[in-house]
């Protein structure tokens, strides 16, 4: 890419999908090459590029991680084949007796994944409060981890954490700090200007943002670390690799990530302030509201907004919550999140009793309908419980 191109805003980078061109047929989207293998030449060199075998390159897949990368301002980007897939490998390059400080109350699938995984390697697990960013600072440099491991803004509790302030006692530890910012995307949140070594994203929700495809990424502040190149041989090695279509699609969907994230953020903080206060609501969590507890603290990381998730308390208990998402007429009861269509969830029915989900929780995905459509259904639904 010119360095003309390395100035563009993340909009122009997005929907001119990194300044790729077809130079074979002209056209203005990238071609789809599904080959799963590549021909050698008479003295059995690749006859294009690295192009062996469709499990180490494809350049679909590649120009995605390119264009996630530059979204990132990380020096390198790799795509698997799913959120899940990338969390697996990037925790896989901890080895046995290391130690692990995850953030307590996150995506649930992370967590239960990764107690199973240290369990079986003999990691050791400490699960810690990072919005509590003195304790755990502390912590962090008592317990002087290998590696530390939060979500911002975490899910389902969309709390905030501060990612300058940990990277400093990460770094001082001498452990990598890895940041999940799924429920932020790289329009929103940046963690590698902030310190984080390795950012995660389940690609399957905003950035895709269509409800159509299932990847994850990592992407790294330093692409000659130790730590990089053993996550890219794990990932060609282990294969878990993202396939040229679903990276094409990813590609597609990109191009109206900025444009997305404009719109669901506002209707994000409009439905957050239209629930603040509301007589059939207990309690609201965004950051955009002001009582937020992480309200300037993503002010300073969020600029540009706030995120496109928030959860609340029903008045009541389960059968409230499940009365509020049974009377809503157009919003989707679903999991996942990050879609153009709005989503919401019962985390308890998902969660069950272990970890501590109020069973009044509510989360709503917010996508880009019309807002006065989405708060329409939502104070009907709220008016029948
Ligand atoms: C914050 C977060 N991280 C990771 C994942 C896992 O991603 P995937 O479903 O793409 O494996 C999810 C899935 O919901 C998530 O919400």
Redesign the pocket.
């Known amino acids: 890419m010119s360095s003309s191109e390395d100035k563009n805003s993340h909009a122009t980078l997005a929907a001119r999908a990194g300044g790729h061109i077809d130079t074979g047929s002209g056209g203005v989207v990238p071609v789809l090459q599904p080959s799963t293998t590549f021909i050698r030449d008479e003295n059995y060199e690749p006859l294009v590029g690295d192009n062996v075998y469709g499990r180490d390159q494809s350049d679909q897949v590649k120009l995605a991680e390119t264009i996630l990368a530059k979204l990132e301002g990380a020096q390198d980007g790799l795509l698997f084949a799913?959120?899940?897939?990338a969390?697996s490998c990037l925790f896989s390059s901890l080895k046995t007796g290391q130690k692990l400080i995850i953030q307590s109350g996150?995506?649930w699938?992370?967590t239960a994944w990764v107690r199973r995984f240290c369990d079986h390697r003999d990691i050791i697990l400490i699960e810690a409060d990072s919005s509590d960013t003195e304790a755990f600072a502390s912590g962090v440099l008592k317990e002087k981890p290998d590696m530390v491991f939060i979500?911002v803004p975490s899910?389902p509790w969309i709390l905030t954490s501060d990612i300058e302030a940990i990277s400093n006692v990460t770094k001082q530890a001498g452990a990598i700090l890895a940041v999940?910012a799924?429920?932020a995307t790289p329009v929103l949140l940046r963690p590698i200007e902030f310190g984080a070594d390795i950012v995660m994203h389940?690609a399957?929700?905003a950035i895709n943002g269509h409800s159509d495809v299932?990847?994850?990424v990592l992407s790294c502040l330093d692409e000659s670390s130790d730590l990089w190149a053993y996550l890219k041989r794990e990932r060609h090695g282990a294969g878990a690799i993202l396939s040229p279509h679903s990276a094409w699609m990813l590609i597609r969907g990109m191009r109206t990530l900025p444009l997305r994230m404009e719109r669901m953020c506002l209707n994000a903080m409009a439905i957050a302030q239209f629930l603040d206060g509301h007589e059939k609501v207990e309690k609201v969590w965004y950051p955009g509201l002001e009582e937020h507890q992480g309200h300037h603290l993503a002010k300073k990381q969020m600029p540009d907004g706030f995120g496109y998730l928030l959860s609340f308390l029903v008045k009541g208990g389960k059968s409230e919550a499940l009365d509020f998402c049974r009377h809503l007429e157009g919003i989707h009861r679903a999991t996942?999140?990050g879609g153009v269509e709005s989503l919401v969830e019962h985390r308890h029915t998902i969660e069950g009793d272990m970890t501590g989900c109020p069973e009044n929780l509510i989360r709503l995905s917010v996508g880009i309908e019309d807002i006065s459509d989405l708060i329409g259904e939502i104070d009907s639904a709220l008016s029948k419980i």
């Open positions: 799913s959120g899940m897939a969390i996150i995506y699938g992370t979500e899910n999940d799924t429920a389940s399957t929700k299932i990847a994850g996942s999140l």
